[in-house]
């Protein structure tokens, strides 16, 4: 263990510290196997908490490979999901029990 | 019903190719076939209680509950496939076919048995809970219950061929390597759900650390497709993997590994359990 590896150690803690308060919510909406809003704007490297509400009777899945995430939302139900931090750029997600109507995307800028 | 038989199908492959490598690895283990039995029919009543608990299990640990809950299950299938490898390598004399019909020989497999139930259980549980999550909200739609059937049978039936092929495929191909061949193709899948079981929890925040990917490689290999899937559930695929995922994955490959070279030392092989 040298220096610059307990350094690096502590500015990978910091995050940690400061996150518990000041995280960002997100909420998204399913209703009628679609996503509302369709497109989520979150700020580059940051963490962000969203929220996903299923307005439908049926569950669905939230699932994305861009953002390495897979989740059921039961009808009626609601999740809750830690994104990020991450670089700019689109990051595609869709509902894998409908997939062909919920599809959406979230940029980050 | 089409798109409802792609996620049967998917699902199922998934169960499918996990079992494929299993039932191959273990061929020379006796008496399995009753094991792997008790094993699939847990994994369904399984299925059915967690679909049905997705709520209760979705508001535990504040709403981390489904990552939590599918790591744990990922992990201790991994722990069970890992141990059983290296346990399959220590015994290797004793659970081969031919010694099989002494009696203390049988008693000496007992172990894997009951633990090669729980793994498949444990498999067939958690993409089964999705199928019956999507089959149940078709229900609540009142959609066609025959397309639903139509659909569903026929997503069933093209997973388990794939899976079965792939069974076969390892015995046909491997036949003089079956051992060495079927040991590292359960390494690889005890890694991959290591590394996926590590992957929920960091996304659950329970592992904050090194979650930024350490490269994209979705252009050249995407994985929803087929080969992406495959490869994801057989290896561990991941096309952004983090530094705790890649991590996880070689650590698990050389605890595994080296556990099951170092038994085979003279020293260890004479022990008996």
Redo the contacts between chains.
């Keep these: 263990m040298n220096k610059t590896n307990i350094l690096i150690g502590l500015l990978?803690l910091t995050?940690?510290v400061a996150?518990a308060a000041d995280t960002p919510v997100l909420e998204l909406k399913i209703k009628d196997h679609q996503f509302e809003p369709a497109q989520l704007e979150v700020p580059a490297d940051t963490k962000v908490k969203l929220i996903v509400h299923n307005h439908d009777?049926?569950?669905?899945?939230f699932e994305s490979?861009?953002l390495?995430?897979e989740?059921?939302v039961?009808?009626n139900?609601k999740?809750?999901?830690?994104i990020g931090?991450l670089?700019p750029g689109t990051y595609k997600f869709f509902g894998?029990?409908?997939?062909?109507t919920a599809q959406g995307s979230i940029v980050v800028r | 019903m089409i798109s409802f038989g792609i996620v049967v199908f998917r699902e199922v492959l998934e169960i499918s190719l996990v079992l494929g490598i299993i039932l191959a690895g273990t061929q020379q283990v006796a008496n399995r076939w009753q094991w792997i039995g008790i094993g699939l029919v847990m994994g369904i009543l399984g299925s059915l209680v967690v679909a049905v608990s997705t709520d209760q299990i979705s508001e535990l640990m504040e709403g981390m509950g489904q990552e939590v809950f599918n790591a744990s299950v990922l992990i201790l299938a991994s722990v069970l496939i890992g141990s059983t490898v290296v346990w399959m390598k220590h015994h290797a004399r004793q659970i081969s076919k031919h010694l099989t019909e002494v009696g203390e020989e049988v008693t000496a497999g007992a172990r894997p048995l009951s633990v090669l139930a729980l793994v498949i259980a444990l498999t067939v549980l958690r993409d089964g809970s999705e199928i019956v999550l999507l089959a149940q909200g078709l229900f609540v739609t009142a959609g066609s219950v025959t397309d639903m059937l139509i659909g569903g049978i026929g997503g069933l039936v093209a997973g388990t061929i794939v899976g079965l092929l792939m069974y076969l495929g390892i015995i046909r191909a491997s036949a003089r390597y079956i051992f060495a061949v079927t040991s590292w193709l359960l390494i690889f899948l005890c890694a991959g759900m290591m590394s996926q079981g590590i992957a929920l929890l960091a996304s659950a925040d329970i592992l904050p650390m090194f979650s930024a990917p350490l490269w994209d490689s979705s252009w050249l290999l995407h994985e929803g497709s087929l080969l992406g899937q495959t490869l994801h559930t057989m290896f561990g695929y991941s096309s952004r993997p983090s530094g705790l995922q890649l991590g996880s994955y070689l650590l698990t490959i050389l605890v595994v590994a080296s556990a099951m070279y170092l038994l085979k030392l003279p020293r260890f092989s004479r022990t008996r359990a």
């Design positions: 990978l995050p940690l996150s009777a049926t569950p669905e899945e490979y861009d390495n995430r989740k059921i039961s009808g139900g999740i809750t999901l830690f931090p670089q894998e029990f409908h997939e062909d």
